[in-house]
């Protein structure tokens, strides 16, 4: 009778380490089986290669975090927003000696661009910018805020990793300038700001 071919190569537990090896010789004994008609491996042996191949894969997934990684690009995009709306806010204050005001009519306090225009997040055209911004998040809005005169600004928006980025307010907290009355979203809390040169968010 023919003997099995022993594709272990001696001991088991040594090839289940050398998890390089120990696949080469998975691949190839299925191989094999399917041209050969060999019996190939035993369901003992399947069932550890597959419980390796869940622990490998369970693994890359934790240290991915797919999540934390979508958070962080959201995150970038708020930052590289506010940062080219305020580009924008200094060229005009450059033009005009003074910044724009803000409409504070509603929660998602805007950029009034004159007297009877105020630009919408992610919709209006301006001049200086291009379509303003808008956040990432559908749920989430920026918040624009000029104080009378016209000689400061701020601008906040709600990182979705909050006190995991060095660059939130207050530890993830609040902006300790925010203004009363606004809101950066239905519980969105307003955790990184930008503002003029001289004040801070």
């Given at each position: 009778?023919?003997?099995?071919?022993?594709?272990?190569?001696?001991?088991?537990?040594?090839?289940?380490?050398?998890?390089?090896?120990?696949?080469?010789?998975?691949?190839?004994?299925?191989?094999?089986?399917?041209?050969?008609?060999?019996?190939?491996?035993?369901?003992?042996?399947?069932?550890?290669?597959?419980?390796?191949?869940?622990?490998?894969?369970?693994?890359?997934?934790?240290?991915?975090?797919?999540?934390?990684?979508?958070?962080?690009?959201?995150?970038?995009?708020?930052?590289?927003?506010?940062?080219?709306?305020?580009?924008a806010?200094?060229?005009?204050?450059?033009?005009?000696?003074?910044?724009?005001?803000?409409?504070t009519?509603?929660?998602?306090?805007?950029?009034?661009?004159?007297?009877?225009?105020?630009?919408?997040?992610g919709?209006?055209?301006?001049?200086?910018?291009?379509?303003?911004?808008?956040?990432?998040?559908?749920?989430?809005?920026?918040?624009?805020?000029?104080?009378?005169?016209?000689?400061?600004?701020?601008?906040?928006?709600s990182?979705?990793?909050?006190?995991?980025?060095?660059?939130?307010?207050?530890?993830?907290?609040?902006?300790?300038?925010?203004?009363?009355?606004?809101?950066?979203?239905?519980?969105?809390?307003?955790?990184?700001?930008?503002?003029?040169?001289?004040?801070?968010?």
């Amino acid at each position: 009778m023919e003997k099995k071919k022993n594709i272990w190569h001696g001991n088991p537990f040594r090839t289940l380490f050398g998890w390089g090896h120990f696949s080469i010789n998975f691949f190839r004994e299925i191989s094999f089986s399917k041209f050969s008609g060999h019996n190939g491996f035993t369901l003992v042996e399947v069932l550890i290669a597959m419980a390796l191949i869940g622990v490998m894969a369970t693994g890359i997934i934790v240290a991915v975090n797919p999540v934390a990684q979508f958070q962080k690009a959201s995150d970038s995009k708020r930052k590289s927003d506010l940062s080219q709306i305020q580009k924008a806010l200094e060229t005009y204050y450059n033009d005009f000696g003074l910044y724009p005001g803000a409409d504070t009519t509603t929660s998602n306090y805007r950029i009034k661009a004159d007297a009877t225009t105020t630009l919408d997040w992610g919709s209006t055209q301006w001049q200086y910018i291009g379509t303003l911004p808008k956040d990432p998040s559908t749920s989430k809005n920026y918040i624009y805020y000029s104080p009378t005169g016209g000689q400061s600004y701020y601008l906040y928006a709600s990182l979705d990793r909050g006190p995991s980025d060095p660059q939130a307010c207050n530890g993830g907290a609040t902006c300790s300038n925010f203004p009363g009355g606004a809101s950066c979203g239905s519980g969105a809390i307003c955790n990184y700001g930008i503002s003029s040169p001289n004040v801070s968010p």
